[in-house]
């Protein structure tokens, strides 16, 4: 077991390598890096700052992860970015290290983030999350766990994409969008319900379709998004994906997309 480095890369001393780390060529790596064992930076990969990816990483060519925040707010410190484990992230892909001293851009495990993806400070990525080719994720935005993002997506900062949410490719997320939905659209709308990407992720049939029966009171009954919710607790079974989905759009301060 060891490190391989190739004799382009320019590797910090003081970054930190785990076992059967693999560093291509190219590939800058700062002194506060730290790689997990058997990650992979197959060449031209810039990393700095306070970063940290988990074991088993694959990084391809021109990624630049854990680089300084846009946000003018910054006033020096030490934020960083965490990446967990198995993470595929192509080529172009940018991940900023978060705003203020100490605090953290976060990127869970299993998670794949496709060509030209930017993830802003400050952000917080679920796991097992896939983010198509140049969808654009501003600052301080929450993706919850196995959501899809299709390509070419702009999310406004401060937003919140719902666990096992689905958002269409070219949308304008202005808006949270709440777990187990399909949204799409230019001017943001919910079309429907996520049954391909529950089904995918073992979602019991009864627990579909009491996401189907909360999402006709919510989309579909000309309610207020309070007597939706009156009517869910009310009428829905009270399984854990409809306490995830009301709890969710309770706790939304954007606004839910409708």
């Known amino acids: 077991m060891s490190v391989e ?15 059967d780390v693999t560093i291509g060529p190219h590939c800058v790596v700062g002194p506060d890096v730290t790689l997990g064992a ?3 930076l197959l060449g031209h990969v810039f990393l ?37 484990v198995r ?58 766990d196995e959501a899809v993002i299709e390509g070419m997506v702009g999310i406004v900062q401060f ?6 949410a689905f958002i269409g490719g070219y949308s304008k997320v202005d808006k949270d969008v709440p777990p187990f939905m399909i949204a799409d659209g230019r001017e ?20 579909q379709e009491a996401i189907r029966q909360a999402h006709r009171l919510l989309y579909r ?12 607790a009310a009428e829905c079974p009270p399984l854990p994906e409809i306490g995830q989905l009301t709890e969710f759009v309770r706790a939304s301060q954007r606004g839910i997309a409708r």
């Open 5 to 19: 480095i190739h004799p382009t890369a320019v590797v910090a001393p003081q970054a930190r390598l785990d076992e």
């Open 38 to 40: 058997r990650t992979r």
């Open 48 to 84: 700095d700052g306070w970063t940290t990816l988990g074991a088993d990483c694959v990084v391809y060519p021109f990624a630049a992860l854990g680089t300084r925040t846009q946000d003018l707010k910054f006033k020096g410190g030490r934020p960083g970015v965490r990446i967990g």
């Open 87 to 144: 993470a595929t992230i192509r080529e172009g892909v940018t991940v900023h290290a978060a705003t203020n001293d100490g605090d953290l851009t976060v990127v869970g495990d299993d998670n794949l983030l496709m060509a030209y993806v930017h993830v802003a400070h400050c952000c917080r990525i679920g796991s097992r999350v896939i983010i198509a080719n140049s969808t654009q994720i501003a600052g301080h935005v929450v993706v919850e």
């Open 159 to 164: 937003l919140r994409v719902g666990r096992l």
């Open 188 to 207: 943001l709308r919910v079309r429907g319900v996520n049954t391909v990407g529950m089904t995918r992720r073992g979602v019991s049939d009864a627990a």
């Open 221 to 232: 009954g000309h309610l207020t998004v309070r007597q939706a919710l009156d009517r869910i």
